[in-house]
């Protein structure tokens, strides 16, 4: 186990060289002041990641694009391993407690990155940490085996920074695999997006962006998706402005390739700013009636915009409002009329903590309860929408089975007149043999590097004469 020291003095010292990018040094004391800025709003303040992140970055106009992004990349990483860094600060470093929170935030920081792979020695010299303080630093993430002694779902919580509650159901579904999951929320998610089916294939998007310097690989399971691998700014692309893709990972794409939606009436019950929604319009060609539904204003809002840029013509959006009553008027006219209804269920978001790394310190048992009793009600609400012989699809961006599919087994108990169906029809053969666990789409990070997804199909049977 680390040897404790007794805490120095904090001080800065002088003199740190920069690193170079495209011929510019990195000035790694604007990056350090506002990596603490932003985490200090994340981690005190309970800002969103993103959203202080963004509104750091926007008060530092002076910052190149290169130091930009290393600021994003080493928040993220700090949040990724938050419950691990703290655990070895209050464990290992004595004195600790005794910093500032900037003090206390500047080492969180250095944690981060060596645990990500960096040296005690860069991170120590590039955020001017004392010699006690680094070499203490490289001591304790070299010795583990006082990790490696420890039961699998304490371990699995500390090294993969997940609540605990949430490690001990981790390991209890998945078993030693569960710390695969663990390391895979724990690093980057790729820039994913779909090509939009209005506008063109995915072979000619790659073309479009090649162009513009970006380069590209094509999704492994959905034939619409494509990686870019340059790093920039997507919605910068001409051909981003021009409609011809929309940023949308490729768990996500497959799960909206199982609505396979016709040119009639179809419903997206759960829109939010309409990912899938315009998947949907796609494959229906522009034709037939498509209504997107939700309950908040400003992501349909966005949905419009997004609609008008992709050419969606035949989007049909309706604002759900909060009284049951009103809600039941407001659905009145699409009772058991619906050929495809797509329920992409409010959620933990486990699947999603790659992308959101702070969201997991959010996540209460309490409130992964109310999501289980929320997506029931909603999947019982909106199958009331489907006609004899449609489909009802259920989804989530959750790995959890309780919110998967512990809700379908509940459901067909109460409703014998669905039936699940497996969803291999609506996938790509070779996707199929992989992404399906029985009937299911299941997907996981660490198993098919998308997001965690799940997806049930149901058929509403026919009245028999």
Same mark, same amino acid.
């Not at 904090?10 to 985490?39: H, M, W």
């Not at 049951?324 to 407001?330: E, R, S």
């Given at each position: 186990?680390?040897?404790?020291?007794? *805490?120095?003095?904090?001080?800065?010292?002088?003199?740190?060289?920069?690193?170079? @990018?495209?011929?510019?040094?990195? /000035?790694? =004391?604007?990056?350090?002041?506002?990596?603490?800025?932003?985490?200090?709003?994340?981690?005190?303040?309970?800002?969103?990641?993103?959203?202080?992140?963004?509104?750091?970055? /926007?008060?530092?106009?002076?910052?190149?694009?290169?130091?930009?992004?290393? !600021?994003?990349?080493?928040?993220?990483?700090?949040? +990724?391993?938050? !419950?691990?860094?703290?655990?070895?600060?209050?464990?290992?470093?004595?004195?600790?407690?005794?910093?500032?929170?900037?003090?206390?935030?500047?080492?969180?920081?250095?944690?981060?990155?060596?645990?990500?792979?960096?040296?005690?020695?860069?991170?120590?010299?590039?955020?001017?940490?004392? &010699?006690?303080?680094?070499?203490?630093?490289?001591?304790?993430?070299?010795?583990?085996?006082?990790?490696?002694?420890?039961?699998?779902?304490?371990?699995?919580?500390?090294?993969? @920074?997940? #609540?605990?509650?949430?490690?001990?159901?981790?390991?209890?579904?998945?078993? #030693?695999?569960?710390?695969?999951?663990?390391?895979?929320?724990?690093? /980057?998610? #790729?820039?994913?997006?779909?090509?939009?089916?209005? $506008?063109? =294939?995915?072979?000619?998007?790659?073309?479009?962006?090649? $162009?513009? =310097? %970006?380069?590209?690989?094509?999704? *492994?399971?959905? *034939?619409?998706?494509?990686?870019?691998?340059?790093?920039?700014?997507?919605?910068?692309?001409?051909?981003?402005?021009?409609?011809?893709?929309?940023?949308?990972?490729?768990?996500?794409?497959?799960?909206?390739?199982?609505?396979?939606?016709? #040119?009639?009436?179809? !419903?997206?019950?759960?829109?939010?700013?309409?990912?899938?929604?315009?998947?949907?319009?796609?494959?229906?060609?522009? +034709?037939?009636?498509?209504?997107?539904?939700? !309950?908040?204003?400003?992501?349909?809002?966005?949905?419009?915009?997004?609609?008008?840029?992709?050419?969606?013509?035949?989007?049909?959006?309706?604002?759900?409002?909060? =009284?049951?009553?009103?809600?039941?008027?407001?659905?009145?006219?699409?009772?058991?009329?619906?050929? +495809? %209804?797509?329920? &992409?269920?409010?959620?933990?978001?486990?699947?999603t903590f790659r992308r959101k790394p702070d969201a997991r310190y959010r996540l209460t048992e309490a409130m992964l309860a109310e999501h289980v009793t929320r997506q029931g009600v909603l999947l019982r609400r909106f199958a009331a929408l489907v006609k004899p012989g449609g489909r009802l699809i259920y989804g989530t961006c959750s790995v959890l089975r309780e919110e998967n599919e512990a809700v379908i087994e509940a459901f067909v108990a109460e409703h014998p007149d669905f039936e699940v169906v497996s969803a291999a029809q609506w996938l790509p053969a070779d996707a199929a043999k992989t992404v399906l666990q029985g009937p299911f789409l299941r997907l996981y990070p660490h198993r098919h590097g998308t997001d965690g997804f799940f997806g049930a199909v149901l058929v509403k049977k026919k009245p028999t004469a």
């Open positions: 186990m680390p040897t404790q020291k007794r *805490p120095v003095p904090f001080k800065k010292p002088s003199g740190v060289p920069n690193r170079k @990018s495209k011929g510019r040094g990195l /000035r790694e =004391d604007l990056i350090t002041q506002t990596c603490l800025e932003a985490y200090g709003s994340i981690r005190h303040e309970g800002r969103l990641a993103d959203r202080a992140i963004d509104f750091s970055l /926007r008060r530092k106009a002076h910052l190149y694009s290169a130091e930009r992004r290393e !600021i994003a990349e080493r928040v993220y990483a700090l949040l +990724r391993h938050q !419950i691990h860094v703290d655990y070895l600060l209050e464990n290992f470093w004595a004195g600790y407690e005794r910093r500032s929170t900037s003090q206390k935030d500047l080492l969180r920081l250095a944690v981060a990155r060596v645990l990500s792979g960096e040296s005690a020695q860069t991170a120590g010299l590039e955020l001017s940490l004392l &010699d006690d303080d680094v070499a203490l630093l490289a001591h304790v993430t070299a010795d583990r085996g006082w990790l490696e002694k420890m039961p699998l779902a304490e371990r699995l919580s500390i090294e993969g @920074s997940v #609540p605990h509650f949430l490690a001990e159901r981790l390991v209890r579904e998945l078993g #030693p695999d569960a710390s695969a999951l663990a390391t895979a929320f724990n690093t /980057r998610a #790729p820039l994913t997006v779909r090509a939009n089916a209005l $506008k063109g =294939d995915r072979d000619a998007l790659a073309a479009s962006v090649e $162009k513009e =310097d %970006v380069r590209t690989r094509p999704t *492994p399971y959905s *034939p619409l998706g494509l990686h870019l691998d340059t790093r920039i700014n997507a919605f910068s692309l001409q051909a981003f402005r021009d409609g011809a893709f929309e940023i949308q990972d490729e768990g996500s794409q497959l799960l909206g390739m199982l609505v396979d939606a016709p #040119p009639r009436r179809v !419903i997206d019950a759960c829109a939010g700013a309409g990912g899938k929604t315009l998947q949907l319009a796609a494959q229906m060609k522009n +034709r037939g009636e498509l209504f997107a539904l939700d !309950i908040e204003q400003r992501r349909l809002d966005d949905l419009k915009k997004r609609a008008r840029r992709a050419g969606a013509h035949n989007v049909r959006i309706r604002l759900l409002p909060a =009284d049951a009553g009103a809600l039941a008027q407001t659905l009145q006219d699409l009772q058991g009329s619906a050929e +495809r %209804v797509l329920v &992409d269920a409010p959620c933990s978001g486990t699947g």
